[in-house]
């Protein structure tokens, strides 16, 4: 199956369903999303086609292999999974995306250790609460370097 028909499945099932199926694992924030608000390209752009068969799993009950390129994302500075749609480029007007798995909002620093004001907290904040707040439902829903 390709991510165009993984997508229209996923979307056909989630429209018809409601909440009967909990997404909230696979879909970030899922509660806070109405259904009309509902965008499915932008809420799996660089997903893994892994996470993608995965889910259609979890929601259908049948396994299918999903294929297909992934949408090139960046790397996020704190989790180090691609999941940012642009780079921090303060010249080119471009960053302050906040990275859907860890949260962390990329602006612009490198050193672990410093707090940051935007997210208050560091990085190393950030990497921690991961540690803690570990969602099994995503480890292969990002790519990595
Ligand atoms: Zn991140």
């Known amino acids: 199956m390709s991510r165009k028909d993984a997508?229209?499945?996923?979307?056909?099932?989630?429209?018809?369903?409601?909440?009967?199926?909990?997404?909230?694992?696979?879909?970030?924030?899922?509660?806070?999303i109405e259904q009309e608000e509902f965008d499915i390209e932008y809420e799996f752009l660089g997903v893994s086609n892994g996470f993608l068969s995965e889910l259609i799993y979890a929601i259908t009950g049948y396994k299918v292999e999903v294929y297909g390129e992934v949408e090139e994302l960046f790397t996020c500075p704190c989790c180090g999974y691609k999941t940012l749609t642009e780079p921090f480029n303060p010249k080119e007007g471009t960053g302050y995306d906040i990275c859907p798995y860890c949260n962390w909002e990329d602006d612009g620093?490198?050193?672990?250790?410093?707090?940051?004001?935007?997210?208050?907290?560091?990085?190393?904040?950030?990497?921690?609460?991961?540690?803690?707040?570990?969602n099994k439902y995503y480890t292969n829903k990002w790519l990595k370097n």
């Open 109 to 134: 620093t490198t050193d672990i250790q410093s707090y940051c004001a935007i997210n208050k907290g560091s990085m190393l904040d950030y990497r921690n609460k991961l540690r803690l707040n570990f």
């Open 7 to 32: 997508y229209k499945l996923i979307e056909k099932v989630h429209s018809y369903t409601n909440k009967e199926i909990d997404f909230s694992n696979y879909i970030k924030e899922y509660q806070e």
